[in-house]
């Protein structure tokens, strides 16, 4: 158990709904990421966040949004979904962000997102 | 953009036998991590690789790093069916905090 959780564990939606994913770091833990992971891209990096501030995105697209709360926990919005949009979803934290520390990050167990 | 190559992406492995998988990536960065993960499951950290010449060793895996290279490797020794799962490995380039992870190796181990 990395102590990173994520709720629901699974989703099943039809195409053009909405749904949020959400993710509690780990204790003390400043810092989330949110990755897609499906059969056909594989782990893709979707975006991070620092102690309640957008720090850098990566291939996540216009339909999708998150934020972090003062609390630190995340949520990730996905909208207009599309039978693409079906894959596993995780979220994971690390302690510090910068130089020189290590960036090792602990995954969430994950949320499985069935779009139908 | 940052490509993270990782060979081979099948390995079946006799028991007994040992084998190496290979991760190769396109940037400069100091920094390679290797996870694991189970069907359907999570990823879970094995190792962190923070300097040229890092090697790190628990039970039968050892992960070491040439950052000049630009290569990692991950050595199993003796192979045994606890550790058939999917390896990956993932590289933080300098000044960047996000990782870029390869495809992964799905490993199975045959008695």
């Known amino acids: 158990d990395s102590g990173v959780t994520q709720t629901p564990k699974h989703l099943i939606t039809a195409t053009g709904q909405r749904v949020t994913l959400r993710c509690s770091p780990r204790?003390?833990?400043?810092?989330v990421y949110w990755y897609q992971q499906s059969l056909d891209q594989g782990l893709q990096f979707l975006i991070h966040?620092?102690?309640?501030?957008?720090?850098a995105k990566g291939n996540i697209l216009e339909r999708f949004s998150a934020q972090q709360f003062p609390d630190l926990h995340s949520e990730l919005n996905l909208s207009s979904l599309e039978l693409g949009d079906s894959a596993l979803y995780f979220c994971?934290?690390?302690?510090?962000?910068?130089?020189?520390?290590?960036?090792?990050?602990?995954f969430g167990p994950g949320t499985r997102l069935t779009v139908l | 953009e940052l490509k993270v190559e990782q060979n081979p992406l099948f390995l079946s492995m006799q028991e007994g036998k040992n084998y190496t998988i290979y991760c190769n990536y396109s940037?400069?960065?100091?920094?390679l991590y290797w996870y694991r993960q189970d069907p359907g499951k999570s990823l879970e950290s094995l190792f962190v690789?923070?300097?040229?010449?890092a090697v790190k060793q628990e039970g039968r895996l050892m992960a070491s790093l040439d950052t000049k290279a630009r290569l990692s490797t991950l050595h199993i020794t003796a192979a045994v069916h606890d550790l058939s799962a999917t390896y990956f490995c993932?590289?933080?380039?300098?000044?960047?905090?996000?990782?870029?992870f390869g495809a992964g190796t799905t490993v199975t181990v045959r008695a």
């Open positions: 994971a934290s690390s302690r510090i962000t910068g130089t020189p520390y290590p960036n090792e990050q602990f």
């Open positions: 993932a590289v933080e380039p300098s000044n960047d905090y996000k990782l870029s």
């Open positions: 204790s003390g833990d400043l810092s």
């Open positions: 940037t400069t960065s100091d920094r």
């Open positions: 966040y620092y102690n309640g501030e957008e720090r």
């Open positions: 690789l923070l300097s040229n010449g």
